[in-house]
């Protein structure tokens, strides 16, 4: 198991939908486009961990396998936002075919077709990123800062978070069977720093 840093300052956006799947154990990837570094031929994530920022912007309900029934309507982006989840990046893989798509669907809960408009987004292709997440109990609560507003996938935090006490949603035995099941779909580069 790696350890966990004694605090973070980094977050990462992503849809309501899929951090809540992440937190419930029912999701173990991420995928990516870019935000990936290749430093002397070693591929490695901006950043091995990161809070779950959830978001709505963007987020299509039909862009889900599952509904949370979250609410319709504008999202207000000033909205505070609860930072519950600390992702750490176990594994990653870079997919360049499209047919390991297909076999990674137990993984996650984007449809087929959200996941391919992700694949063919200007050049074909998908950093998949396998997280073990972790709960922090309670929340954070935050009111999202100027600097946190827009499209981006990174954003930084006014102050380090502590993850002390948070638990894995995915117990050891699980998450090896999980990467043990998932090493037979995916070429893994070498593990993240």
Do not use: N
Request: glycine share 8%; with cysteine.
């Amino acid at each position: 198991m790696s350890e966990l840093p004694p605090a973070c300052a980094i977050a990462f956006k992503e849809w309501d939908g899929v951090c809540r799947a992440l937190l419930e154990g029912r999701q173990s990837l991420l995928v990516r486009k870019g935000g990936i570094e290749e430093e002397g031929g070693v591929f490695r994530p901006e950043h091995p961990a990161f809070w779950l920022y959830p978001t709505r912007v963007h987020q299509a309900e039909q862009g889900l396998r599952e509904s949370w029934g979250l609410p319709s309507g504008p999202v207000d982006p000033a909205h505070p936002i609860e930072l519950r989840g600390l992702a750490h990046v176990d594994r990653i893989a870079r997919v360049s075919e499209t047919q390991h798509l297909a076999a990674l669907m137990p993984y996650h809960v984007w449809t087929e077709e959200t996941i391919l408009k992700r694949y063919r987004y200007r050049e074909p292709g998908l950093w998949v990123l396998a997280v073990r997440v972790y709960r922090r109990e309670p929340a954070v609560t935050l009111i999202p800062t100027p600097e946190q507003l827009g499209c981006k996938s990174w954003v930084g935090l006014e102050a380090p978070l502590e993850t002390a006490g948070a638990s894995p949603v995915v117990g050891d035995v699980e998450w090896k069977d999980r990467l043990d099941s998932l090493s037979t779909l995916l070429p893994w580069e070498d593990q993240p720093a």
